[in-house]
């Protein structure tokens, strides 16, 4: 699977959309984009996934660079309990398993 | 809907004993999942199931073993327990193969060895 590239950290005004970047330059044609978030020590919680076309959900809208070495989450209106974890993975869909790599991921602070 | 269940949520245990971590799942997926997560750092995955009695390692087995006792049940033993592996352990579970196999986690275990 591909490696990916987040910012560590960075902050978010409440009721702001905030833009999380990811950077997968080395992505092949057959692998997803998957964004988990991870609230304060809970369990990984799935957000959304795309392949190259944008994609969008209650949650979240998901945009891929038309090379796809790039992506975004967008959080439309950022709420205190958006702070988490964000993990931008990339896998392949239709391997054996759902065998997620977790990298370091971009700590996200909403503030009022 | 219970989703996917650990037990239990907390343990402290001396070095050289051993335990079983427990996970279940309600949900009727055909993968499970165990990963570790040490403070500050991402998760890594110790071993999976791709499905009823089928068992692979992940990036950190050694240590660990693992038991798919049925399709609702994946669990994690510690044979003789290690300072090293203090840490947060969670389970997941997921349809299995294909696109929309988005995993859902468990709570988490929080194991201290001393």
């Known amino acids: 699977d591909a490696k990916t590239t987040q910012p560590p950290s960075m902050d978010c005004a409440e009721g702001r959309a905030a833009n999380l970047p990811c950077n997968h330059s080395?992505?092949?044609?057959?692998?997803?984009v998957y964004w988990y978030r991870q609230i304060h020590s809970q369990g990984p919680q799935y957000i959304i996934h795309?392949?190259?076309n944008n994609e969008t959900n209650e949650m979240a809208s998901l945009i891929i660079t038309e090379d796809r070495k790039s992506s975004t989450l967008i959080l439309p209106h950022a709420t205190l309990r958006d702070t988490a974890v964000y993990y931008c993975?990339?896998?392949?869909?239709?391997?054996?398993?759902?065998?997620?790599?977790f990298g370091g991921g971009t700590r996200v602070l909403v503030k009022p | 809907n219970a989703g996917v269940t650990q037990t239990p949520k907390f343990q402290v245990l001396k070095t050289g004993q051993s335990m079983t971590l427990q996970c279940a799942q309600d949900?009727?997926?055909?993968?499970m999942y165990w990963y570790r997560q040490d403070p500050g750092m991402g998760l890594r995955l110790i071993y999976y199931?791709?499905?009823?009695?089928?068992?692979d390692k992940g990036e950190v087995p050694n240590g660990y073993n693992v038991s798919r006792l049925n399709k609702r049940e994946f669990s994690l033993r510690l044979e003789s327990a290690a300072p090293s592996q203090t840490s947060v352990y969670f389970c997941?579970?997921?349809?299995?193969?294909?696109?929309?196999?988005?995993?859902?986690f468990g709570q988490g275990t929080r194991l201290t060895v001393v």
């Open positions: 997941a579970s997921s349809r299995g193969e294909g696109v929309n196999t988005e995993a859902f």
């Open positions: 993975i990339v896998r392949v869909a239709l391997s054996a398993g759902n065998k997620l790599t």
């Open positions: 949900m009727n997926h055909n993968s």
């Open positions: 080395t992505i092949s044609g057959n692998e997803y």
């Open positions: 795309g392949l190259k």
């Open positions: 199931s791709a499905s009823e009695g089928t068992t």
